[in-house]
């Protein structure tokens, strides 16, 4: 979300999800919302019932492609390339809104110089994409009054995730399809609460509500709320942390619900890091491959079993209501409050809604929520006072930077980490399905659902599949340079020639063997969504096929 | 536009194109439906929602009529109840009317309004459906003899998902809602929503993983949002017995308005699974053991403390979790700055 916030002011999506079926021009990028957000979806399929021309970017031929207008079937890791193209087609025609960018941005004359790099023979043989279908799409995109970009991890996912999205912006910006209802920027979150996470403050570098620890006034302000001094240096990223451990330079890690273990990329070196640490803490609700690293493993409580708050893709700030005791007898909030107060910082709170109100004092976006406010509807931030309605737009006059303008940024296509070569010559895309979720400690405890996909699977097309001798069910290899699995094929015309994919929830095939090291620089977000593999047909000793 | 029109003898001003169930519904007059959802175009079919129009020499489906300046509505009389009354009674003449036993008792529609109405089963004797109960699937069982017809599930499946799993089949008597060549629910023609489920009025589908566990009114229903995507739906747990035994749809929720997935509706079993982790464990010479909480936290505490001595509190930091709530990764974060005091606090948000 930090290309976002770059551009815009904030990392958040623009628009409300009921606004979705007015729009006109949808342009799905790297989204696959009729299983990653199949609810989403449904908003989204109720605006093509009624006339919504579609627009998608994706390499593979998801169900959206296939109902789509067009179909921009890019190479994975050529974002940049295509919406520059885009952006190049409309500044030639001129379809841009001109009083917009007058009014509101800043940037355009180098944006508009370094897009002319981009023309029809450059962006074909990067993207793989033919520039009729560039033109067409930037048309429907720009002449629309009322176009929406809904993108999703493969936005994210790439070692240009930041750039990419900024990429985003620009098309938005540059066409002024922003500030309005029905026109914006919907970035789907993968997670229930990534929104929540990232405003309330788990970051190296911000205090809740992205307060810089660099701010003085900022840190005064905690420092009289919290009665400690806070650190003015930004502490470890996440990778960071772990490049410490294996060197044997980082000493105690607390880790809360979050299985590494499995999701991270470039296993080994994760496992290496958890061996090293002196003393790990691990709090979760089922064993997964992470706790297997622990010294003390904390049991956790599932949404069922605690009260709190979710905050949504759409920024809404939402209950979760206790419905059973905790299992093991209390809920992290609590556990985290002993474990302060053993440690000699007092934590007290009777009721979460109490941690709620204290968020509310020191971070001015959740300013007006209050568990009584939220109690029906929710709120979607910003929403500073009590006596304010929420935001279902953001961006209506002034953007959240400073001087109230966006910016256009201007970027160059630089490519995946790793791209394929001729001893790994396919190009996996990993990602969810709609049946299972992540790493599938709660999907495959779920009877019915682990009976309707036991397993994992690689997504290969039919003429890939041919030139291997594989069929649909046979058992292959697939490995990259840094391990190997053995899958199960599915041949579909949803992938393309050259790419395959892999979701990641089974810890039989552990996906993110294969996957590489490559991070966004800024944000350390991994490149999931591109690395090189072979694929050699096998079988399973004793198994008749 | 704005125009004036009479409902039960009240005069009011409404928004011209809106139907007269909508603008009842909303004025809180009471209309009996059973093909009605507010996710669905109107359709029609049931025929309850008929209302009189003065000037119209036949009483009119209100859910497909739409309000016209001047018009004068009556919502009920006795012509209209005695309609209602027959149009249940013809539906109870194909039903199995075993409510004793039927999943459905207690939230069912139908018995809710031929209770109302006191609808006869034996006014209109016949030929009855006697299809055995399916089940072939994880989720969904279908009881035919049950369905009325009003087309609920088959229009949510391909209006609203649009995965075309389920239409209705077959012609006069034999119609019913069905999949293609009556074939079993897979993967392959089914995305297991429960969609369907959500809109029967009857007990003709019901979730398959959550009958006989209780009846409807015996259920705690706590309100609550989803913890799988980013979508943030809402739903009801229903809660026995200090048990999570079923989902059901919160149609008034801002985000999904009744609608969800197969994990928002059918992702629940996990929280009683036996393998959830119910006592701290603490690892010594490679084997964990189990613990009290005093113990376990008694153990972190002073070994991070002595960690943060030994070393500074630069060495010692967490990972946030973005399946947690808000008021958890707050504390997260605050515990790191105050209790340890470094910021060497991450989240697995760009993960």
Sequence with gaps: MAGLATSLGAGAATNSLDQMPDIDTLFLFGSNPTEGHPIVSLWLKKALRIGAKLVVADP?????????????????GSNIALLNGMLNVIFQNGWEDKAFIAKRTEGVEELKAKVTEYGPDVVEKITGVS?????????????????????????????TGTENAMAIANLSLACGQIGRPSTGIMALRGQNNVQGASDLGPYPSSLPGYQSVLDPNARAKFEKAWGVQIKDKAGLKSVEMLDECTKGNFKGLYILGYDIAQTDPNLNHVWKALESVEFLVVQDIFHTETTRFADVILPGASFAEKDGTFTNGERRVQRVRKAIDPLCGMAEWQALCELSSKMGYEMNYNHPSEIMDEIASLVPTYGGIDYRRIDEKGLQWPCPTKDHPG????????????????????????????????????????????????????TR???????????????????????????????????????????????????QPGNVFLSFHHPEALTNMLTSGYRDPVTGTPEYKSCAVKIEKTYIEGEWT | ??????????????????????ICREAGIRIPTLC????????????????????????????????????????ESTLLRQLRRTNLSLILSNHPNDCMKCEQNGSCMLQDLAYEYDADGDMFKGDKWDLPKREDNPFITY?????????????????????????????????????????????????????????????????????????????????????????????????????????????????????????????????????????PLIKRKGVFHKASWDEALDLVATRFKSLIERYGPEKVGAFSSARCTNEENYLLAKWVRCAVGSNNVDNCARV
């Design chain 1, 60 to 76: 593979r031929k998801i169900w959206m492609a296939k109902r789509a207008d067009v179909w921009l079937n890019l190479k994975p």
């Design chain 1, 131 to 159: 520039w009729d279908k560039i033109v067409e799409a930037a048309r429907l995109y720009a002449k629309a009054d009322k176009s929406m970009i809904v993108y999703g991890l493969g936005v994210t996912e790439h070692k």
């Design chain 1, 391 to 442: 935001t279902s737009t953001l961006y209506t006059d002034i953007f959240s930077r400073p001087g109230g303008l966006a910016q256009f940024m201007s970027l160059d296509h630089t490519g995946s980490g790793e791209k394929p070569d001729n001893e790994y010559p396919y190009v996996l895309i990993t990602g969810r399905i709609r049946e299972h979720y992540n790493n599938g400690s709660m």
């Design chain 1, 445 to 495: 405890r779920c009877g019915g659902i682990l009976e309707l996909v036991p397993e994992e699977y690689i997504e290969i097309s039919h003429e890939d599949a041919a030139e291997l001798g594989v069929l649909n069910g046979d058992w292959v290899n697939v490995s990259s340079r840094r391990g190997q699995i053995k899958v199960r094929a599915k041949v579909t015309d949803r992938s």
């Design chain 2, 1 to 22: 536009m704005s125009i004036s029109i009479t409902i039960n003898g009240r005069s009011m001003t409404v928004e011209q194109g809106r139907t007269i169930l909508e």
């Design chain 2, 36 to 75: 009605h959802d507010e996710r669905l175009e109107p359709y029609g079919g049931c025929r309850l929602c008929l209302v009189e129009v003065k000037g119209m020499a036949r009483p009119l489906a209100s859910c497909t009529t739409p309000v016209q300046d001047g018009m004068e509505i009556t919502t």
């Design chain 2, 143 to 279: 009881e035919p003899n049950k369905c009325i017809l009003c087309s609920r599930c088959t229009r949510i499946c391909n209006e609203v998902v649009m995965a075309g799993t389920i239409d209705l089949t077959g012609r006069g008597f034999r119609t019913m809602p069905d999949t293609a060549y009556s074939k079993p629910r897979t993967l392959e023609n089914c995305e297991f929503c429960g969609q369907c489920v959500s809109a029967c009025p009857t007990g003709a589908l019901t979730d398959k993983r959550g009958r006989g566990f209780g009846r409807d009114y015996e259920m705690k229903k706590v309100k609550t949002t989803c913890t799988y995507c980013g979508t943030g739906c809402n739903f009801y747990l229903n809660v026995k017995n200090n048990k999570v035994v079923k989902v059901t749809s919160a149609f008034d929720a801002p985000v999904n308005r009744g609608n969800l997935c197969i994990k928002g509706r059918y992702g629940y079993e996990f929280i009683h699974n036996p393998d959830r982790i119910k006592i």
